[in-house]
């Protein structure tokens, strides 16, 4: 496994996380701010895809 691809599967696993404690929480402020990290999370995993689809094609 290579680093990008370990990254990738920590900003996925981070992303999942921060979506179940958003959903689990009765407080909206926390609720709000957890899901907007998992979605921060995500486009970070997205761009690691990108990293290493274009490491790949080279």
Do not use: S, W
């Amino acid at each position: 496994m290579t680093d990008f691809e370990a990254r990738l599967e920590r900003f996925e696993t981070l992303a999942a996380e921060c979506d179940l404690i958003g959903k689990l929480t009765a407080d909206a402020a926390k609720r709000e701010l957890y899901l907007r990290l998992g979605q921060h999370y995500r486009e970070l995993a997205d761009d690691m895809r990108t990293v290493i689809a274009t490491k790949d094609a080279a």
